[in-house]
C-alpha cells in the first residue's frame, strides 16, 4: 500500500469505526448507563446523609459521655443544681443541634435546659421546694433567672417515656422518636441511667436531638432536578423529609399549649406519589422491617417513573431507619439523550473535516517526501553531488535545506577527520601530563610547608600554654599569652586543613576504623561549642535519635572533624537563634549491623545565596558572608565533602538568605556491642547522701505507671519523700497542697499536658521556688528550647542515665550524694607522652621506613608499621595512633631525628 493511501486511512478509518461502536453502545446501553448513574448517585446522596445523621446523632451521645466524665472527674454534681444551671446554660449553647440537655432523679426531682424555636434558652426546674410542679425560668445572656414563666403539675418523672426506656434498658439507649407539647418539633433523646455503688437508680441523664435540622439538611441536598429524600423509622413513620414537615397539627386554631400535634406516616402522607410509595413498598417487601442491605427498583408514581432506592441505616441506632431516595427517571434521560445528539452531530462534522483534511494532507506531505527519498538513496549509492530541489519555507522545505548542507559538510568531515583526531588526541595527552606535574607540584609544596610550620608552631603553642599556667606572669600580660595562643590555634588549623588537602589531593588518605561511643564523641563535641555559643548568646541543641544506635566501628577522627566543621561554621555565621544538630538512622543494609547514619546541622544564620552553592564545596573559596567574617580558609567544607565520600556517603545543603542553612549528611557504619568499646574511665555510683542533708520532697509527673515507677525506686532508697501524678492537672493540685522542692514533668499527658502545668505553677510566686525538670522523649531537635522557654529550669531526655538524674538533683537542689570509692587496680591506663627513647628497641630498617612514611604524609604505611612493633611496647603503638589521628607527622620526623 502507497504512503498517500495508508495517510488517507489513518485519518478516516478511526472515525468511522468510532462513530459506528459509538453508535452502537449508545444503543444498547443507554438504559443500564441510566440505572448505574441513577445507583451511583443515590449511593453518593445516602453516604452523605448516612454522615450527617452520625454526626447529628453522636452529638447528644458525646454530651452524655462528656457529662459522665465530668461526673466521675468530680468536676460537677448532678444533685447541685445551683451549680448545674449554669453549666448545662453553658453546655447548651456549645451545641446547636441540641434542643434539650437534663437530670431527672428517681425522688422527683428534675434541672434541664430548654432551646426554643426563637433560639432563647429556658431552664426547668422540679426540686424539693416545689415537688412535682416543674417550674420553667425565662434566663438572660449570662445565664441567670429572669422571672418564672410557667408552671407545669404533676411532672413526674417516671411516667415519662424517655425516663422509662433508660430504666428498662438499665444502659444508655435511645428514646423513640416524640414531639415537644406547647413549642411543636420532632426530636429523639439519647438517655443514661445513673446508679450508685449499691446499684439502685439515682437518676436517669438525657440530651434531645431536633429532628428539623435533619430535615434542613434534606431540602438543602441536591437531589437530581426533582428528586426527594426520606427518613422513616421502623414504623413507616416519617423522621425527616425533604418534601414535608413530619408531623402535622390536628387543631391549629388551639392555644399553642393545647395543640395536639401528631406524626406523618407513609401511607397518610400529604403527597400523592408518597402514598402510592407506600403502596408499592408494602408490596415488595411487606415491611420496611425485612430490608437488610439496600435495595433499588423503578416504580412508576403519580404518572411518572422513579428510580427509588432504601437504605438501612443503624449507627448508634437501637432500631434502624431507612433512607428512601427518590429520582424522577426524566432528570437523568433528558440530559443523557441530549448530550448523546450533540455527540452524533459533533462527530459527523469532524468526519467531514477529517476527509477533507486527509485528501490535502496527503498530497502536502507525500510529495516532497518522495523526493527526499530519491536524494537518500543517490546518497547512500555515494552519490553526493544530487542536492534536493524543493523551494517550500515550511519544516520540509527546511529539512530539504539542511539535507544539502549536511552532504557537503560530510563530504568535508570525511577528508579533514583523521588528521584532526590525531592532533586532538596529541592535545589531550600533553593536558593531562600538565595537569599530574602540576598537582604533583602542588601536593609536595602544601606537604612541605605545612612540615615547615608545624615545628615552630608546636613550640610556640607549647610554650604559651605553659606561660598562660604560670602565677608569677604579670596581669597585664595575661592578655598578651591569650592572644597568641588563640593566634596559634587558628593557625594550626588552618595547617592541619592543608595537610588534610594536600592528603585529598595525593590519594593517600585512608579509613582508620575503630569502635567507639558516638554518644560520648557528640557529647564532647557540644561540650566543645557550648561555650562559644552560650557567648553569641544562641542556642546549641544537639539531638540523638532513638534509633541512632550509641556503639559503632567507623574512622572516628573523620567524623570528628567533619561534624566540627558544620558545627563552627554554623555557629560562626548564626547572631541570633540557634544552632542543632540531629542524628539518626538513615537505612538499613542487607546486613542488619551495617547502617547509613545520617546528621543534619541547622542554624538561624546569615544563610548561603543560590549562585553561591555550587563552588560551595571547592578548595580556597568562601562565600560573600564569609568573606566579611573574615575568617577561615575555605578548606573546611571541601575537607568535609572529601571525608563524607571516603566513608560511603554523600553531603547535601539547602539554604535561604536571612533565614538559615541545613547541611545534611550521611556516612557507613556498623553497630557493635557495647562491651566491644574499651572504656576510658569508670563512673563511681552513688551509694547514700550526706548524713547531714533534709530531706527532699519529690513529684514525679508521668502519665506512663512504668516510668513513674522507674524514678520511684531509682530515688526512694535515698530517703527523699516522693509523691506521683499521671497528668499535668493533678500536678498541679499535689503542688498547691504539698509544696515538693522538685518536679520531674513528663510534658505530654491527657487531660493536661506538662507544658501547662509548667506555665501554672511558674505563672505563680511561689511556683518559682520548685524546680521543675523536663522529661521528654521528643526527637524535634526545637523541642528543647522550646520546653525552656515554658519555665522548665532544666531538660532530661528519655532514655536517661541514672547519672543524669543524679546530677539534676545536685545541680537544682544541692544535694550531696556519697559515691563508692574505687580501687587502685580499676583505674584506666595513662598512656605518657611519647618520646625519642621509644623508638630506641626498632631495628634501624623499620625507623628508616617509618622516617619516610612520614615524610609522605602515607598513612596506611604508618599503621601498617604500627601492626609490626611488639605488644610489649604499648607506649610506643598508643602514641603513634594518636599521632596519626592528630596528623602531627612531623612530630615522628623530630623523634627519630633526636636518635
Known sequence: MSLRSRIILLFIMPMISAMGLFGYISFQNSNRAIEKLAQKLQGEINEKVSEQLTEYLSTPLSINQINLDNRELGIIDFNNFSLMEKYLWYQ?????????????TETGNLIGVERLDDKEIEINIMDNSSPYNLRIYNLDQKGNKIAQKTVIPNFINQQRPWYQKAVEAREATWSDVFIYQGTPRLAISAVVPIYNQENQLEGVLFSDLLLSLISNFLKDLSVSKTGEIIIVDDNNYLVASSLEKPFIITNPDAKKIEQQPERISLENSQHEKIRQLSTNINKKFSSLNNLKESQFWQVKLDNQYYFIQAFPYNNYLTKPWYILILIPKQDLVGDIEANTKLTIIIWFFILLIALFLALWTTNYITKPILLLDRALSNFQKGNHQSPIILKRRDELGHLAIAFNEMTNEIQELVQNLEEKVKDRTKELSEAKDKAEVANQAKSEFLANMSHELRTPLNAILGFAQIMRKSPTLPEEHQESIEIINRSGEHLLTLINNILDLSKIEAGKI????????????????????????????????????????QFIKTDAPKLRQIIINLVSNAIKFTEEGGVSLQGTINKLNNNEKKVELLFIIRDTGKGIKHQELATLFQPFTQTKSGKEVNEGTGLGLSISKKFVELMGGNIKVSSEENVGTIFSFTVQTEIIPDYEVKSNQIMPQVVGIEANEKTYKILIVDDKEINCQLLVKLLKPFGFELKEANNGKQAVKIWEKWQPHLIFMDMRMPVMDGYEATK?????????????????????????????????????????????????????????????????????????????????????????KLYKASIDLDEQLILDLIQEIPDSHKSLIQGLKNIVDSLEFDRITTLIDEI
Not at 814 to 826: H, P, S
Open 92 to 104: 447548651i449553647n456549645q451545641f446547636p443541634h441540641i434542643g434539650f440537655i437534663g437530670y431527672a
Open 510 to 549: 585512608t579509613l582508620n576504623k575503630e569502635n567507639i561511643d558516638l554518644y560520648k564523641l557528640l557529647d564532647e563535641i557540644e561540650d566543645i561549642f557550648k561555650y562559644k555559643a552560650e557567648k553569641k548568646g544562641i542556642h546549641l541543641i544537639f539531638e540523638k535519635l532513638d534509633n541512632l544506635p
Open 760 to 848: 501554672i505553677i511558674k505563672g505563680t510566686t511561689k511556683g518559682n521556688a520548685t524546680a521543675i525538670i523536663a522529661v521528654t522523649a521528643s526527637v524535634l531537635e526545637e523541642e528543647k528550647a522550646i520546653i525552656l522557654s515554658a519555665g522548665c529550669d532544666d531538660f532530661v531526655r528519655k532514655p536517661f542515665r541514672q547519672e543524669t538524674i543524679f546530677s539534676m538533683l545536685s545541680k537544682h537542689l544541692g544535694v550531696n550524694f556519697i559515691y563508692e570509692q574505687i580501687e587502685e587496680n580499676q583505674s584506666t591506663e595513662i598512656i605518657s607522652e611519647l618520646t625519642a627513647k621509644d623508638f630506641v628497641a626498632m631495628p634501624q630498617e623499620w625507623l628508616k
